[in-house]
Protein backbone atom coordinates (compact mmCIF):
# COMPACT_ATOMS: atom_id res chain seq x y z
CA UNK A 1 0.00 0.00 0.00
CA UNK A 2 1.13 3.54 -0.45
CA UNK A 3 2.14 5.43 1.86
CA UNK A 4 0.45 8.93 2.46
CA UNK A 5 1.43 12.24 3.45
CA UNK A 6 -0.54 14.14 5.97
CA UNK A 7 -1.46 16.77 3.86
CA UNK A 8 -2.74 13.88 1.25
CA UNK A 9 -4.45 12.28 4.28
CA UNK A 10 -6.39 15.48 4.75
CA UNK A 11 -7.17 16.25 1.54
CA UNK A 12 -8.73 12.76 1.13
CA UNK A 13 -10.25 13.49 4.37
CA UNK A 14 -11.90 16.35 2.60
CA UNK A 15 -13.03 14.28 -0.87
CA UNK A 16 -15.07 12.07 0.45
CA UNK A 17 -18.00 13.89 -1.40
CA UNK A 18 -17.08 16.12 -4.31
CA UNK A 19 -15.46 19.71 -3.12
CA UNK A 20 -14.12 22.40 -5.14
CA UNK A 21 -10.97 23.65 -5.76
CA UNK A 22 -11.66 26.80 -3.72
CA UNK A 23 -13.17 24.81 -0.66
CA UNK A 24 -10.01 22.36 -0.62
CA UNK A 25 -7.27 24.98 -0.72
CA UNK A 26 -9.28 27.13 1.73
CA UNK A 27 -9.76 24.05 4.34
CA UNK A 28 -6.01 22.69 4.05
CA UNK A 29 -3.28 24.71 5.69
CA UNK A 30 -0.72 25.09 2.89
CA UNK A 31 0.85 26.95 0.26
CA UNK A 32 -1.21 26.62 -3.47
CA UNK A 33 2.32 25.52 -5.00
CA UNK A 34 2.23 22.47 -2.14
CA UNK A 35 -1.91 22.13 -2.11
CA UNK A 36 -1.61 21.69 -6.28
CA UNK A 37 1.16 19.28 -5.81
CA UNK A 38 -0.12 16.96 -3.90
CA UNK A 39 -3.70 17.13 -5.95
CA UNK A 40 -1.40 16.48 -8.81
CA UNK A 41 0.04 13.07 -6.67
CA UNK A 42 -3.32 12.13 -6.15
CA UNK A 43 -4.54 12.11 -9.39
CA UNK A 44 -1.48 10.89 -10.75
CA UNK A 45 -1.72 7.33 -8.50
CA UNK A 46 -5.55 7.69 -8.93
CA UNK A 47 -6.55 8.42 -5.83
CA UNK A 48 -9.14 10.96 -6.42
CA UNK A 49 -10.80 12.10 -9.64
CA UNK A 50 -10.67 15.44 -11.64
CA UNK A 51 -14.13 16.23 -12.54
CA UNK A 52 -15.66 19.31 -14.20
CA UNK A 53 -19.13 20.89 -14.05
CA UNK A 54 -20.93 20.52 -17.73
CA UNK A 55 -23.31 22.97 -18.05
CA UNK A 56 -25.55 21.39 -20.35
CA UNK A 57 -26.05 18.10 -18.39
CA UNK A 58 -26.30 20.54 -15.03
CA UNK A 59 -23.98 17.68 -13.98
CA UNK A 60 -20.36 16.46 -12.66
CA UNK A 61 -18.41 15.04 -15.56
CA UNK A 62 -14.78 13.08 -14.82
CA UNK A 63 -11.94 14.02 -16.63
CA UNK A 64 -10.34 10.62 -17.70
CA UNK A 65 -7.05 12.41 -18.02
CA UNK A 66 -6.21 14.86 -15.85
CA UNK A 67 -6.03 18.24 -16.69
CA UNK A 68 -3.84 20.25 -14.63
CA UNK A 69 -3.75 24.01 -16.26
CA UNK A 70 -7.95 23.63 -14.96
CA UNK A 71 -7.09 22.57 -11.58
CA UNK A 72 -8.90 25.79 -10.01
CA UNK A 73 -11.69 25.10 -12.29
CA UNK A 74 -12.38 22.03 -11.12
CA UNK A 75 -13.57 19.82 -8.89
CA UNK A 76 -12.48 16.41 -7.26
CA UNK A 77 -14.15 13.28 -5.88
CA UNK A 78 -11.91 10.24 -3.67
CA UNK A 79 -12.00 7.01 -5.72
CA UNK A 80 -12.62 3.83 -4.50
CA UNK A 81 -8.77 2.85 -4.35
CA UNK A 82 -8.44 6.73 -2.82
CA UNK A 83 -10.72 5.85 0.27
CA UNK A 84 -9.10 2.02 0.42
CA UNK A 85 -5.81 3.66 0.67
CA UNK A 86 -7.37 6.99 3.26
CA UNK A 87 -9.30 3.75 5.47
CA UNK A 88 -6.15 1.87 6.08
CA UNK A 89 -3.78 4.12 6.86
CA UNK A 90 -2.03 3.01 10.39
Do not use: W
Not at 33 to 57: A, C, G, H, P, W
Amino acid sequence: MSKLSDLEFRLLDEVYFISSYKVLFENLDCSEDVFQQTLRSLLENKFINQLKYNDMLFDFEKLEIPDYASLEESSFVATKLGLLIHNSRN
